[in-house]
């Protein structure tokens, strides 16, 4: 299967702050990112979707102001939260995918980042 | 309608059984189906990986998918305390956008 990294794998950050996660598909050219966001005991909810080069697209419900995305390359991918509050607080999940080299048409995850505002 | 419905349990059984995991969807141009494994504050891990209907296995593992009933289930044999965690299943039309079931949490007692 494909390889993901991403981090920082745990984070906590004062209310207010920025906090950059990075997500980078170490095998294969990922021409989309998707990121998602998890809470507990919950499914993942896919927040945006970016392809390399281009904005983002983001889902009903999720501030693009406040979650930026950053798709500048086929291997790395970064969203930042900006002036996180605690509501913010989630597991972040991000899943590259398409272009060359795609191994198969199974979704791979990154490891996740659990951010914790307080 | 979620374009997938996942019981989310807790599921409990104990050391040995059989576990029996199950989605349905609505939207029949899904032909990629997958179950994925989740343990506490982990990213979602593939287990099993199904393209359009039939059966598949792995080890302990059977994942089979019903394309006319819209169902997909994974079975799980001989079940494990290492078993327990969060069950995903997912699928997908296109293979790039993929859609969640909201997860079984499934815990296996010694």
């Known amino acids: 299967g494909a390889v993901v990294s991403q981090h920082p794998s745990w984070v906590i950050c004062k209310s207010g702050t920025s906090v950059k996660i990075e997500c980078r598909s170490l095998?294969?050219?990922?021409?989309?990112m998707f990121w998602y966001r998890q809470f507990p005991k919950q499914s993942l909810m896919l927040m945006a979707t970016?392809?390399?080069?281009?904005?983002?697209?983001?889902e009903q419900g999720v501030e693009k102001d406040k979650f930026l995305i950053n798709h500048a390359s086929l291997t790395l991918s970064t969203l930042t939260v900006t002036s996180a509050h605690p509501e913010d607080s989630s597991f972040y999940i991000c899943?590259?995918?398409?272009?060359?080299?795609?191994?198969?048409?199974?979704?791979?995850f990154g490891q996740g980042t659990r951010l914790t505002v307080v | 309608q979620k374009e997938v419905e996942q019981d989310p349990g807790p599921l409990s059984v104990p050391e040995g059984a059989i576990v029996s995991l199950n989605c349905t969807y609505s939207?029949?141009?899904?032909?990629?189906f997958m179950w994925y494994r989740q343990y506490s504050r982990k990213g979602p891990e593939l287990l099993m990986y199904?393209?359009?209907?039939g059966n598949k296995e792995d080890g302990r593992f059977t994942a089979q998918v019903d394309k006319s009933s819209k169902y997909i289930s994974l079975f799980i044999r001989d079940s494990q305390p290492s078993d327990s965690a969060t069950y995903l299943c997912a699928m997908s039309a296109s293979g790039n956008q993929f859609y969640f079931g909201t997860g079984t949490s499934l815990t296996v007692i010694p």
């Open positions: 939207n029949s141009a899904f032909q990629y």
């Open positions: 199904t393209y359009s209907s």
């Open positions: 899943s590259p995918a398409g272009g060359a080299g795609t191994p198969s048409s199974e979704a791979f």
């Open positions: 970016s392809n390399e080069g281009s904005k983002a697209t983001y």
């Open positions: 095998d294969f050219q990922a021409t989309t």
